[in-house]
């Protein structure tokens, strides 16, 4: 007496790989339509919630409309599939962004990241550059301390007064990293004798207005 063997279903896993369309080529295909949701909403102002929402609807589109091609593939495969190539080219394609985002310093495409502490600046509220005989210059220094998170720039400087001059070299298109300083030098060279007060702006990239140092001297 004999027994009839049925024959075992194929596996998920080798319904997978006997899919036509489930290969390195629909997990390109997929990555690249997911770049292109990502980098054209980022390219014309959209926020980064609204980049994630298009990058995901683009990707899972791209997977399906090249996986639906496959004839030879049941729709429960085609289904795993799709899932399988979005979320691989979702995964790929966030984490690229956000990698190549931190490394640039520029500001998060995606909301996956929180929006790091910005720059801030400690500049003290004035600086007495002393006393010294008229016609005579004499130096002091501002220092200009980086206590932020993010690293600080200082774009440029600004004095209401021909008595005083600044050399900002050493700040001016420099980045000062967190905990570090760069320093002004300011010069005073007073036209006659008396008290002199003189207000430094320092511009910067820390949200807010510009700093404000007052500066006194005296010509003797």
Do not use: Y
């Amino acid at each position: 007496m004999s027994t009839v063997t049925k024959p075992r279903a194929p596996s998920v896993r080798r319904q997978l790989r006997e899919a036509k369309r489930f290969s390195w080529t629909g997990f390109g295909v997929t990555v690249a339509a997911s770049l292109l949701g990502a980098l054209v909403p980022a390219a014309i102002g959209a926020g980064p919630d609204a980049t994630l929402v298009s990058t995901l609807v683009v990707t899972v589109l791209a997977a399906g409309g090249f996986t639906a091609k496959d004839g030879s593939a049941a729709r429960g495969i085609k289904a795993i599939a799709i899932v399988l190539l979005a979320v691989g080219a979702l995964v790929l394609t966030v984490t690229g962004v956000t990698v190549l985002d931190v490394v640039r310093g520029r500001p998060a495409t995606f909301p996956v990241v929180p929006a790091g502490d910005p720059a801030a600046l400690l500049v003290p509220q004035s600086v007495a550059c002393g006393t010294t005989p008229v016609h005579t210059t004499t130096t002091c220094t501002v220092a200009v301390r980086s206590v932020g998170a993010a690293p600080l720039r200082v774009s440029g400087t600004d004095l209401d007064s021909e008595e005083f001059a600044v050399d900002a070299s050493a700040c001016v298109s420099a980045e000062v990293a967190p905990g570090r300083r760069c320093t002004l030098v300011v010069s005073f060279t007073p036209a006659w004798s008396g008290d002199r007060v003189a207000d430094l702006t320092v511009h910067h990239n820390v949200p807010g207005p510009s700093a404000f140092v007052e500066l006194t001297g005296r010509g003797g």
